[in-house]
């Protein structure tokens, strides 16, 4: 008897998504510690330091959370891993469900998280709502990609190894199977596929579906039977509250939305969890004999719900929702804060035939989460579905199943495509996750048995096309690691002519390597300020004029609801209404005072598009602050900046809607950027490919880099031997003149204001390093190469050429490099430069050191003196988390798709880039003498700058233009795959 119990009461493991699932979780504390070792394939903590807020750029702090490991099965060294993600509440162990059955298949490993806040993985000692600011999907997504880089680097460390990869595969149900979902999506390069069991990937304000389906799963008869059953206990709430509460055991339930709600799950559980026959045959009898219905019912909540399934009246007590400290009902408050914050479900009475209460509302739900958490607390449905994408999800390798039964299956995605099937398992007690469960899920089938599954050929029959999917993609990620890496270099080769083929080989070498973006980039942000400032002239931007919009400041807060106002602009001219294509062009690093009329002009007359660009929060006049303080910066991240994007990309689209008259369409979306904002537009598709059809990527610095040598190397290589050689020599006499007299040689060059060796070094530096990537080589080489046969003083010359070209024409400030600069919080003009700073100090580094030999810069420029300056201008606990932000996108192996990444072969940049190709990310590089950043956009030289991007100055204006004519190629299948796609014929 007390074994059975047990084994009943072991269902609560198996938790779900919303109010029915936090019964179950009130009992998971007793289960662990009663538990039979054959519920769990293992129950053997394990520990590890995880990062608090892996959204602040520069909160370090950490806490412990719990895993689980199960090797019995596993196939050393490379089987592959399965990470059975942990929901919403205590995670004890592993569960022996249907994991099992494929670990044992497939040779795997098992491994699993538990989800942070629940269970042991605490971070704080109390669950004030201040304390859950960190609770978040979007945060247990990232503590989830940090944990399976942690067990795959102690898993090497263990078989003696290192930057070995086994093919992971990720698993989850309900909450944790729309975490599964995401995690594919969010993280593609993290795991070869997901099973998404029962996956609530839609939050939803209004889940009237929810009810409805309860109705259809019981039948005519029984759903009679339960609106009836509704109807009277209203009826006896009004007359005499007391009596019909105390019927229920639930008298201590003062709201009466609260009982409502409490009656109304009671019935959802038998159908959520393949029961239904308990609940139906009970009501549906005493109707029939003429019994009373509310007592039937109250019988079956009693023997049932509260005996066997083990729920309990307080978790629907508002008050112990509100208790903050640490207990039995601490789940509870926990999800119902992620309810309340994040995802809604709110399982609200339909208009019409509903079967519980019209009182269980929208209104009671939104007063539960003001009562128990704050007035500020509300869910932000529409955030959490541009985030994710809701049903319109657009990832790859998803597996999607749910039970025909189970009302939460209006929450998931049940349309059906090659790369994500959608799986509908069909019985009469079929109901949450029963492709991992079987069916009851109390008690609990050891394996996920399916034979109690009222058809388990139909429960077979998708775990069929589940094993049958896994080992494809499975297959397809072992495949694709370094070694088809080489083939697609082979394929490439025969492509590409032979000089191509030595770049391409160089890249694969750094590809191993780590590095990156930076001082050089303070460069063209001045020049930008002085286009800008200088554009009387029209042609140089399609408009400038300024729009705004409310933007939130801090997207991964679950409760700070803050706006900013960020600068938009938008250039209809070319728009083909209504449905030509919109291209966001993506503003990076500086002020944002137009739409520059490059490259993008030409695209966007020959696609019909109309294009619009967005101002990067915290320049120019994007201002959430009125000073730049190292704490005011903390919303300043290419993280935030992303989200920002997409929040923009959606707002604008509803506005245009709205101008056109129209609602729910949607053009085709492209992105483009340079430099940074390459990055950011390679990353938008990647972690937001429901948002767009495409991105341009050019010269996209996606790897962050810490010791970023091969910046100087490849100045070496684009100068050429003998201008290399004059380079390193003058280098090496600006430092014996900085040994014997200090400020004559500053002076020389106008930088007597550069009191630290290291800045005046950098400075010096990037001088050179602005020729090569801006196309202008021969400004700076010649005239060194000639003084040098002359016999002339180098030192001289090279300050000449600093001073009327570098400082002159291309109007560079030397206070940029000026450390006491940096330092200023007020706004100026030159705000950007420590803004730049701050996100290379804190998430990307590309820090430009000298390599150790044959370096062109001084060795003084090492990471001693970036990582010192970081420190310096914005406090002892500012540096870059390299490795973290290389996690978060991937890197050189950033796993997108319709990307292209274009690179100049002369820019220094194109090594913090992707450079290896493969169809669906295409690589190109375009050859030529002055052939540098962004130079498919901008043309040749960049200064001055060409109108349209004109290319006739390029070394080779014919290498642009094969560039150029792929680009478009590739934009024109895109954008139509995009309209052919579901989100046209919506
Ligand atoms: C986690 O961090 C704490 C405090 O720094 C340290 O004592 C502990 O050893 C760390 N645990 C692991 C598993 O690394
Ligand atoms: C690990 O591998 C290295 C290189 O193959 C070997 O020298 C070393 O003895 C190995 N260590 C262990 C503990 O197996």
Same mark, same amino acid.
């Given at each position: 008897?007390?074994?059975?119990?047990?084994?009943?009461?072991?269902?609560?493991?198996?938790?779900?998504?919303?109010?029915?699932?936090?019964?179950?979780?009130?009992? /998971?504390?007793?289960?662990?510690?009663?538990?039979?070792?054959?519920?769990?394939?293992?129950?053997?903590?394990?520990?590890?330091?995880?990062t608090?807020?892996h959204?602040?750029p520069f909160?370090h702090?950490?806490?412990?959370?719990?895993?689980?490991?199960?090797?019995?099965?596993?196939?050393?060294?490379?089987?592959?891993?399965?990470?059975?993600?942990?929901?919403?509440?205590?995670?004890?162990?592993?569960?022996?469900?249907?994991?099992?059955?494929?670990?044992?298949?497939?040779?795997?490993?098992?491994?699993?998280?538990?989800?942070?806040?629940?269970?042991?993985?605490?971070?704080?000692?109390?669950?004030?709502?201040?304390?859950?600011?960190?609770?978040?999907?979007?945060?247990?997504?990232f503590?989830?990609a940090v944990?399976r880089q942690y067990y795959q680097e102690s898993?090497n460390l263990?078989?003696?190894r290192t930057s070995v990869e086994?093919?992971?595969?990720?698993?989850?149900?309900?909450?944790?199977?729309?975490?599964?979902?995401?995690?594919?999506?969010?993280f593609p390069h993290l795991?070869?596929?997901?099973?998404?069991?029962?996956?609530?990937?839609? #939050?939803?304000?209004?889940?009237?579906?929810?009810?409805?389906?309860?109705?259809?799963?019981?039948?005519?008869?029984?759903?009679?039977?339960?609106?009836?059953?509704?109807?009277?206990?209203?009826?006896?709430?009004?007359?005499?509250?007391?009596?019909?509460?105390?019927?229920?055991?639930?008298?201590?339930?003062?709201?009466?939305?609260?009982?409502?709600?409490?009656?109304?799950?009671?019935?959802?559980?038998?159908?959520?969890?393949?029961?239904?026959?308990?609940?139906?045959?009970?009501?549906?009898?005493?109707?029939?004999?003429?019994?009373?219905?509310?007592?039937?019912?109250?019988?079956?909540?009693?023997? !049932?719900?509260?005996?066997?399934?083990?729920?309990?009246?307080?978790?629907?007590?508002?008050?112990?929702?509100?208790?903050?400290?640490?207990?039995?009902?601490?789940?509870?408050?926990?999800?119902?804060?992620?309810?309340?914050?994040?995802?809604?479900?709110?399982? +609200?009475?339909?208009?019409?035939?509903?079967?519980?209460?019209?009182? +269980?509302?929208?209104?009671?739900?939104?007063?539960?989460?003001?009562?128990?958490?704050?007035?500020?607390?509300?869910?932000?449905?529409?955030?959490?579905?541009?985030?994710?994408?809701?049903?319109?999800?657009?990832?790859?390798?998803?597996?999607?199943?749910?039970?025909?039964?189970?009302?939460?299956?209006?929450?998931?995605?049940?349309?059906?495509?090659?790369?994500?099937?959608?799986?509908?398992?069909?019985?009469?007690?079929?109901?949450?996750?029963?492709?991992?469960?079987?069916?009851?899920?109390?008690?609990?089938?050891?394996?996920? @048995?399916?034979?109690?599954?009222?058809?388990?050929?139909?429960?077979?029959?998708?775990?069929?096309?589940?094993?049958?999917?896994?080992?494809?993609?499975?297959?397809?990620?072992? &495949?694709?690691s370094w070694?088809?890496m080489r083939?697609?270099q082979?394929?490439?080769?025969?492509?590409?002519?032979?000089?191509?083929?030595?770049l391409v080989l160089i890249s694969t070498f750094l590809f191993f390597l780590l590095f990156s973006t930076s001082h050089a980039h303070?460069?063209?942000?001045?020049?930008?300020?002085?286009?800008?400032?200088?554009?009387?002239?029209?042609?140089?931007?399609?408009?400038?004029?300024?729009?705004?919009? @409310?933007?939130?400041?801090?997207?991964?807060?679950?409760?700070?609801?803050?706006?900013?106002?960020?600068?938009?602009?938008?250039?209809?001219?070319?728009?083909?209404?209504?449905?030509?294509?919109?291209?966001?062009?993506?503003?990076?690093?500086?002020?944002?005072?137009?739409? &520059?009329?490059? !490259?993008?002009?030409?695209? %966007?007359?020959?696609?019909?598009?109309?294009?619009?660009?967005?101002?990067? *929060?915290?320049?120019?006049?994007?201002?959430?602050?009125?000073?730049?303080?190292?704490? @005011?910066?903390?919303?300043?991240s290419s993280k935030?900046? /992303?989200?920002? /994007?997409?929040?923009?990309?959606?707002?604008?689209?509803?506005?245009?809607?709205?101008?056109?008259?129209?609602?729910?369409?949607?053009?085709?979306?492209?992105?483009?950027?340079?430099s940074y904002?390459g990055a950011l537009?390679a990353w938008?598709?990647l972690?937001?490919?429901?948002?767009?059809?495409?991105?341009?990527a050019?010269s996209a610095v996606v790897l962050a880099v810490y010791n970023y040598s091969e910046f100087d190397q490849q100045i070496g290589e684009?100068?050429? %031997?003998?201008?290399?050689?004059?380079?390193?020599?003058?280098?090496?006499?600006?430092?014996?003149?900085?040994?014997?007299?200090?400020?004559? +040689?500053?002076?020389?060059?106008?930088?007597?204001?550069?009191?630290?060796?290291?800045?005046?070094?950098y400075?010096?530096a990037?001088?050179?390093a602005?020729?090569?990537q $801006?196309?202008?080589?021969?400004?700076?080489?010649?005239? /060194?190469?000639? #003084?040098?046969?002359?016999?002339?003083?180098?030192?001289?010359?090279?300050?000449?050429?600093?001073?009327?070209? $570098?400082?002159?024409?291309?109007?560079?400030?030397?206070?940029? !490099?000026?450390?006491?600069?940096?330092?200023?919080?007020?706004?100026?003009?030159?705000?950007?430069?420590?803004?730049w700073w701050f996100q290379v100090c804190t998430e990307v580094a590309y820090f430009q050191v000298a390599p150790t030999n044959d370096s062109i810069r001084?060795s003084?420029v090492d990471s001693r003196y970036h990582v010192d300056l970081c420190?310096?201008?914005?406090?002892?606990?500012i540096y870059p988390e390299v490795d973290t932000t290389n996690l978060y996108y991937g890197g050189t192996n950033i796993a997108g798709?319709?990307i292209?990444f274009?690179n100049?072969?002369?820019d220094p940049w194109r090594h913090a880039s992707k450079q290896i190709?493969?169809?669906?990310m295409?690589s190109?590089v375009?050859?030529?003498?002055?052939?540098?950043h962004?130079?498919?956009?901008?043309?040749?030289?960049?200064?001055?700058?060409?109108?349209?991007?004109?290319?006739?100055?390029?070394?080779?204006?014919?290498? +642009?233009?094969?560039?150029?004519?792929?680009?478009?190629?590739?934009?024109?299948?895109?954008?139509?795959?995009?309209?052919?796609?579901? *989100?046209?014929?919506?």
């Amino acid at each position: 008897m007390t074994t059975l119990k047990l084994v009943f009461i072991s269902l609560l493991l198996l938790s779900v998504a919303s109010h029915a699932s936090l019964a179950l979780r009130t009992q /998971l504390h007793s289960l662990s510690e009663s538990s039979n070792s054959n519920n769990y394939l293992t129950t053997q903590e394990l520990w590890f330091n995880q990062t608090l807020d892996h959204f602040s750029p520069f909160d370090h702090h950490k806490f412990p959370q719990r895993y689980y490991e199960f090797l019995d099965y596993f196939r050393i060294p490379d089987g592959p891993i399965f990470l059975e993600i942990c929901g919403e509440s205590s995670c004890n162990g592993i569960v022996n469900d249907y994991i099992s059955v494929l670990a044992k298949k497939f040779g795997a490993a098992v491994v699993s998280l538990e989800h942070r806040y629940y269970g042991r993985s605490l971070p704080f000692e109390s669950t004030t709502t201040e304390n859950l600011r960190y609770l978040s999907s979007k945060q247990a997504l990232f503590d989830l990609a940090v944990f399976r880089q942690y067990y795959q680097e102690s898993l090497n460390l263990k078989l003696n190894r290192t930057s070995v990869e086994n093919p992971w595969f990720v698993f989850g149900g309900s909450y944790a199977g729309a975490l599964s979902a995401w995690f594919r999506l969010k993280f593609p390069h993290l795991t070869c596929g997901s099973l998404a069991s029962s996956a609530v990937v839609l #939050a939803i304000q209004n889940f009237t579906e929810f009810d409805r389906q309860i109705g259809d799963s019981a039948g005519a008869e029984c759903k009679a039977a339960l609106q009836e059953t509704t109807k009277l206990v209203e009826e006896r709430l009004a007359s005499n509250k007391q009596a019909v509460k105390t019927l229920f055991d639930a008298a201590e339930l003062e709201i009466d939305g609260d009982f409502l709600y409490f009656l109304a799950d009671a019935a959802v559980i038998a159908f959520q969890y393949g029961n239904p026959d308990r609940v139906c045959s009970t009501l549906v009898k005493a109707k029939n004999s003429g019994d009373d219905l509310v007592e039937a019912y109250a019988k079956y909540v009693k023997d !049932y719900y509260l005996g066997t399934f083990g729920s309990s009246v307080q978790t629907y007590n508002q008050k112990y929702l509100k208790d903050t400290s640490l207990n039995k009902h601490t789940g509870d408050r926990l999800w119902w804060f992620q309810v309340c914050t994040e995802v809604a479900y709110f399982q +609200v009475a339909p208009s019409n035939d509903s079967i519980r209460s019209s009182k +269980v509302d929208t209104r009671y739900h939104l007063d539960l989460c003001k009562n128990v958490f704050g007035e500020d607390i509300y869910p932000e449905v529409d955030a959490t579905n541009i985030y994710y994408g809701g049903t319109d999800i657009s990832g790859s390798k998803i597996v999607f199943a749910n039970g025909s039964q189970d009302p939460w299956r209006h929450a998931s995605k049940q349309t059906s495509s090659p790369d994500m099937p959608s799986f509908l398992i069909s019985c009469h007690n079929c109901g949450h996750c029963t492709d991992m469960r079987g069916c009851p899920q109390t008690p609990l089938s050891l394996e996920g @048995n399916a034979r109690n599954c009222s058809s388990p050929e139909a429960v077979e029959k998708v775990r069929h096309q589940i094993i049958e999917k896994m080992d494809l993609w499975l297959s397809e990620c072992h &495949a694709d690691s370094w070694s088809s890496m080489r083939r697609r270099q082979q394929l490439e080769e025969e492509e590409e002519a032979t000089e191509m083929m030595k770049l391409v080989l160089i890249s694969t070498f750094l590809f191993f390597l780590l590095f990156s973006t930076s001082h050089a980039h303070l460069a063209p942000r001045t020049l930008l300020h002085s286009f800008s400032k200088s554009s009387t002239n029209s042609n140089r931007s399609l408009t400038s004029k300024e729009l705004w919009f @409310n933007q939130t400041l801090d997207h991964y807060s679950p409760l700070d609801h803050h706006k900013f106002q960020q600068r938009y602009y938008e250039f209809l001219d070319y728009f083909r209404v209504p449905d030509g294509p919109i291209f966001l062009k993506i503003c990076g690093e500086s002020s944002c005072d137009g739409i &520059a009329n490059d !490259y993008i002009g030409v695209l %966007a007359k020959k696609f019909g598009a109309a294009v619009v660009s967005l101002e990067h *929060r915290y320049y120019g006049k994007s201002l959430p602050f009125k000073s730049t303080t190292t704490e @005011n910066l903390r919303y300043l991240s290419s993280k935030q900046a /992303l989200f920002d /994007l997409a929040v923009f990309r959606q707002y604008y689209q509803e506005s245009l809607n709205l101008k056109l008259n129209r609602t729910g369409v949607e053009n085709p979306w492209f992105v483009f950027g340079v430099s940074y904002s390459g990055a950011l537009s390679a990353w938008f598709r990647l972690k937001f490919p429901h948002l767009t059809c495409g991105s341009l990527a050019s010269s996209a610095v996606v790897l962050a880099v810490y010791n970023y040598s091969e910046f100087d190397q490849q100045i070496g290589e684009s100068a050429g %031997a003998e201008c290399k050689a004059a380079l390193q020599e003058t280098t090496q006499l600006v430092e014996e003149r900085l040994a014997s007299n200090k400020k004559a +040689v500053k002076t020389l060059f106008g930088a007597a204001g550069l009191e630290i060796d290291g800045d005046f070094l950098y400075f010096l530096a990037d001088a050179a390093a602005i020729a090569f990537q $801006y196309g202008n080589p021969d400004k700076l080489c010649p005239p /060194l190469v000639q #003084a040098k046969k002359d016999g002339e003083d180098l030192v001289e010359v090279y300050a000449k050429y600093v001073k009327e070209y $570098y400082v002159g024409n291309f109007g560079v400030s030397i206070q940029t !490099y000026d450390q006491r600069h940096l330092k200023d919080t007020t706004l100026s003009e030159n705000t950007g430069d420590r803004l730049w700073w701050f996100q290379v100090c804190t998430e990307v580094a590309y820090f430009q050191v000298a390599p150790t030999n044959d370096s062109i810069r001084s060795s003084q420029v090492d990471s001693r003196y970036h990582v010192d300056l970081c420190k310096k201008v914005f406090g002892e606990d500012i540096y870059p988390e390299v490795d973290t932000t290389n996690l978060y996108y991937g890197g050189t192996n950033i796993a997108g798709s319709k990307i292209i990444f274009t690179n100049g072969s002369q820019d220094p940049w194109r090594h913090a880039s992707k450079q290896i190709s493969s169809p669906d990310m295409p690589s190109f590089v375009m050859s030529c003498h002055n052939c540098g950043h962004g130079t498919d956009m901008r043309g040749c030289p960049q200064s001055p700058f060409n109108i349209e991007g004109n290319a006739k100055n390029c070394g080779s204006p014919d290498a +642009v233009e094969k560039v150029r004519h792929q680009i478009i190629e590739k934009m024109d299948l895109w954008l139509s795959e995009c309209h052919a796609s579901g *989100r046209s014929s919506m």
